[in-house]
């Protein structure tokens, strides 16, 4: 796995956020996020680092976490249910990243930038089933909806130093030429 620049991005664990414990089977187990389900869901819509920036301004967003599920990388959100719901923060998904694209983002390739939701109960399974099936049936798209609908595993946050990337590094050039586009398009702030 490769940053933009060409660097190799760790696969360790690095240093965990609080609210996370890395258990000795190599397992993170994230209390917060097995509390309360149906207030925590798993997207992946390329770079985390893009995805990260728009849901930090979703309305109702109290968390997102950048790290990796299924060997993609994902951003975990926890969501206050009574300022939004799971259906506005699928809205915001499909309407950040191309979800046709297969095993990419944008300039970022290989199955890691793949278009994904994994889901946390069953509720938010057939609420992703029906808005996919919804979106490939608007017409928006010319091809097929690529982003695949999963139960969700365990997920590992990444390395600190790639959590609020896009705030802590708004002049870096990636940030600059690929995630502030992407917010101004949705209508969304600069980092």
């Known amino acids: 796995m490769y940053?933009?620049?060409g660097k190799r991005k760790s696969r360790s664990l690095g240093l965990l956020l609080p609210r996370c414990v890395a258990l000795t089977l190599g397992v993170t187990f994230c209390s917060q996020a097995l509390a309360s389900q149906s207030n925590v869901t798993y997207f992946a819509g390329g770079c985390f680092w893009c995805t990260e920036a728009v849901f930090q301004q979703a309305p109702g967003v109290t968390s997102v976490v950048s790290g990796y599920m299924r060997n993609a990388e994902t951003i975990q959100i926890t969501f206050d249910p009574t300022k939004t719901s799971y259906d506005k923060l699928l809205n915001l998904f499909w309407r950040s990243h191309d979800p046709t694209q297969v095993d990419r983002q944008g300039p970022d390739i290989g199955k890691q930038y793949?278009?994904?939701i994994f889901y946390a109960d069953e509720q938010q399974r057939q609420a992703a089933e029906k808005s996919k099936a919804q979106l490939g049936k608007s017409g928006?798209?010319?091809?097929?909806?690529?982003?695949?609908i999963?139960?969700?595993a365990s997920f590992r946050p990444a390395p600190e130093n790639h959590q609020n990337f896009c705030r802590r590094h708004p002049n870096n050039p990636y940030v600059r030429e690929v995630v502030v586009p992407k917010l101004e398009k949705l209508g969304l702030k600069r980092p």
């Open 114 to 116: 793949r278009s994904a």
């Open 3 to 5: 940053l933009r620049s």
């Open 150 to 152: 999963t139960p969700a």
């Open 140 to 148: 928006a798209y010319s091809k097929l909806i690529a982003t695949e």
